[in-house]
């Protein structure tokens, strides 16, 4: 495996992308969202005690009782938001723990993997070799990625009317939106940056049409 060229350091923010192999549609329905939704949020902790598929088959207080003992450690990783599209995700995260994010995309992949070929049996790898990063060098390159991420289904076309990107349920754009956020979601470095949500709801939709057209020319750049 080569080596990464994107050293992961503590405190530090990243852009963490990966697509599907062959860009085959894997996030394809409601269900198949909210379960990478809730791999997100459970593996976030280190050394979770069941998988998965074993916690969701246990009743709600046996659950809680899980999520309380791992809410008592430090997590691998902060989201600070995330997007899924039918064949890629998209991922800010902050680095919080040593190899957190490389240990919490591992987890996260192998979980969801695990789960799509068990219910399409199917067999074999899911995503595109090693994960995508980029590192975060600044607050305003965080702030226009995060724009970038919430954007993604409207500029990539997934959704066709801007306004149903306020409503998309497979990212995290309308959790900023409401007065009690994802409880995994953590914001608070982009809008503590705004007056109000109404502030950065602007700030992400009047860019909407430009990201678009930026999108349709890299494109046809690259046919």
């Given at each position: 495996?080569?080596?990464?060229?994107?050293?992961?350091?503590?405190?530090?923010?990243?852009?963490?992308?990966?697509?599907?192999?062959?860009?085959?549609p894997i996030f394809v329905n409601n269900p198949d969202c909210k379960r990478a939704i809730t791999a997100l949020s459970y593996y976030r902790y280190p050394n979770p005690p069941h998988r998965l598929s074993y916690y969701l088959s246990f009743g709600v207080d046996k659950r809680e009782d899980i999520l309380t003992k791992l809410a008592k450690k430090d997590k691998l990783v902060e989201i600070i938001s995330y997007c899924f599209m039918?064949?890629?995700?998209?991922?800010?995260?902050?680095?919080?723990?040593?190899?957190?994010?490389?240990?919490?995309?591992?987890?996260?992949?192998?979980?969801?993997?695990?789960?799509?070929?068990?219910?399409?049996?199917?067999?074999?790898?899911?995503?595109?070799?090693?994960?995508?990063?980029?590192?975060?060098?600044?607050?305003?390159?965080?702030?226009?990625?995060?724009?970038?991420?919430?954007?993604?289904?409207?500029?990539?076309?997934?959704?066709?009317?801007?306004?149903?990107?306020?409503?998309?349920?497979?990212?995290?754009?309308?959790?900023?939106?409401?007065?009690?956020?994802?409880?995994?979601?953590?914001?608070?470095?982009?809008?503590?940056?705004?007056?109000?949500?109404?502030?950065?709801?602007?700030?992400?939709?009047?860019?909407?049409?430009?990201?678009?057209?930026?999108?349709?020319?890299?494109?046809?750049?690259?046919?």
């Amino acid at each position: 495996m080569p080596r990464r060229k994107t050293i992961f350091a503590i405190g530090e923010y990243y852009h963490i992308f990966n697509r599907s192999l062959y860009k085959r549609p894997i996030f394809v329905n409601n269900p198949d969202c909210k379960r990478a939704i809730t791999a997100l949020s459970y593996y976030r902790y280190p050394n979770p005690p069941h998988r998965l598929s074993y916690y969701l088959s246990f009743g709600v207080d046996k659950r809680e009782d899980i999520l309380t003992k791992l809410a008592k450690k430090d997590k691998l990783v902060e989201i600070i938001s995330y997007c899924f599209m039918p064949n890629h995700y998209h991922l800010l995260l902050k680095q919080n723990l040593e190899n957190g994010i490389s240990n919490f995309i591992r987890l996260f992949q192998n979980s969801y993997t695990r789960y799509f070929n068990t219910k399409y049996r199917s067999a074999g790898y899911l995503f595109e070799g090693q994960f995508k990063s980029k590192y975060v060098e600044d607050e305003n390159y965080l702030l226009h990625l995060n724009r970038y991420i919430h954007l993604n289904p409207y500029s990539s076309h997934v959704i066709k009317d801007l306004n149903e990107i306020i409503t998309y349920p497979y990212s995290s754009f309308s959790a900023y939106l409401k007065e009690s956020i994802d409880s995994f979601v953590s914001p608070e470095i982009i809008t503590s940056q705004f007056k109000n949500k109404v502030e950065y709801r602007n700030f992400v939709l009047d860019y909407a049409d430009h990201q678009k057209e930026l999108q349709r020319i890299k494109h046809l750049v690259l046919e």
